[in-house]
């Protein structure tokens, strides 16, 4: 046998700007508390631990992201004041969109019971119908 060894492809090391923005985007589409060494790991590398944990406090003194301490735990989540909120207009017309759709589900939902229960009938007369030509046969 013969050992075939994958080489290890690191991807590029981000630094400055570029990698605060890459840490920004992430806690940003994530929207979820994580701490620096969590951040470092699901970035696959891509900057270093102890890089993160700088920009996350620079972050943080920006107003982009939010410190929480527990215990000896830092956790950076992103500030939720900084994320838009959907007017309550765009809401009442999403729902009664939503309102609309449930219905027009639920006379599709019945139709096609409807049209079930039919076939259904159609196949028992069917089968009846055969059973009584063999019985006659």
Avoid: C, W
């Avoid at 492809?9 to 981000?14: M, Q």
Wanted: glycine residues 4%.
């Amino acid at each position: 046998m013969s050992s075939k060894s994958k080489p290890d492809v690191k991807p590029p090391v981000l630094k400055g700007k570029e990698a605060e923005d890459k840490v920004l985007e992430y806690m940003k589409s994530m929207n979820r508390p994580y701490g620096a060494v969590d951040v470092a790991a699901n970035l696959k590398g891509a900057i270093p631990k102890a890089t993160v944990q700088k920009i996350l406090v620079a972050l943080t003194e920006k107003d982009f992201l939010v410190q929480k301490t527990y215990g000896k735990t830092t956790f950076f989540v992103f500030n939720q004041s900084n994320i838009e909120s959907v007017p309550a207009s765009e809401i009442a017309t999403i729902e009664a969109q939503q309102k609309t759709v449930d219905e027009e589900n639920k006379a599709i939902a019945s139709e096609l019971k409807t049209i079930q229960s039919g076939i259904s009938l159609d196949i028992h007369a069917y089968i009846d119908h055969d059973l009584l030509l063999l019985q006659n046969s």
